[in-house]
């Protein structure tokens, strides 16, 4: 079958697994802002070498996990001091070259990052390695990296306005006309926590997506990532574009981020990709049947979402669907999908492994969306 597409990944933050895992028992919770100084704690310890080296730890990882191709979203751009390297895009050149040495094609979602909240805040002293000084400066990073690259069919390029923390009012814009005028797909996190909603509210005046839509950033190329708090409005507005979402549900559920909210999203058309994120845990299957498992255990009903097929409501096709070809629409690279002039990103599933045993035509969709496991990658010679 076509191999999934891993929609939404940081390679590097493989690195904290199961580092952030504890806390101090004087601290009365952790959530996803102390996970994230944790996460910055790392950012800041590598050099090209090193970055190149954890990377392909993950993507090598991710390839024997049954993914077939992904949508790094990088944000490590400068040295540890916070300066620029003789070449600005030493980082991104170091991540692509992992993904090309275990054969997983890679689209480079150039990460702008230039504040700390909402209203422009300057960035805090462990964010220094991720600044952009300008718009310009991300434009002509994408252009060139594009450039760069060209004579390898596996390797895209698409623009990524961090957040509505991350990038400045004015900036929004001028990166959706890049976006469109490259024909480059267009990726931002989008209302993974709540904190975020409310201070896009105290701000501007409007939730997340609604200003996004102020903007001329929806629209077909434009995929909101996580999308965990939405209205019923927003969910309207990403409609309307014919906008996608990425859905990170092993990270969202290590991360205390919130439920995706679906159901909803599904009724309205709303196309939903997949990406595993932080990589708590690299397994496509495990992605694709957590939309459905969460939403059970919140609705305490079962066969929550789903389409009808004769009568019958079934889940796990449009699960697949999440998995594969809607990842490739999201990443505009055509993956996911088995077909004329498509990417050739095949995945194998072995009918003899005993999670399988059983299996019949008729529930093969649901016995692999409910059963099957990712491969274990062989080791690597780091
Ligand atoms: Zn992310």
Redesign the pocket.
Known sequence: MAAPVNA???AF?RDIRGRTQTRPTSRPGADFWSWRHEMYARALSYDPDGLYRASLACFGEMRAAGWGSVGE?HYLHRDPDGHRYDDPLVLSDAVIEAALAVHLPICLLYVAYATSDVDGAPLGPDQRRFRSDTLDEVVHAVETLRQRWAHDPRVSVGVAPHSVRAVPEAWWTPLAEAAEALDVPLHA?VS?QEREVERCVEVHGCRPVRFLADRGVLSPRFTA??ATHLSHREIGLLAEAGAHVCA?PS?ERDLGDGVLPARRLSAAGVPICL?S??HTLLDPWEELRLPEYHLRLIERRRIVLGEDQDGVTRWAPAALRSATRAGGDALRTGAGRVDVGAPADLVSIDLSHPALRGWDRDHFAEIVAVAARGGVAEPLAL
């Open positions: 939404h990944s940081h933050q979203f996190h993974e990532v996580h990170c990270t990406g994120d932080s």
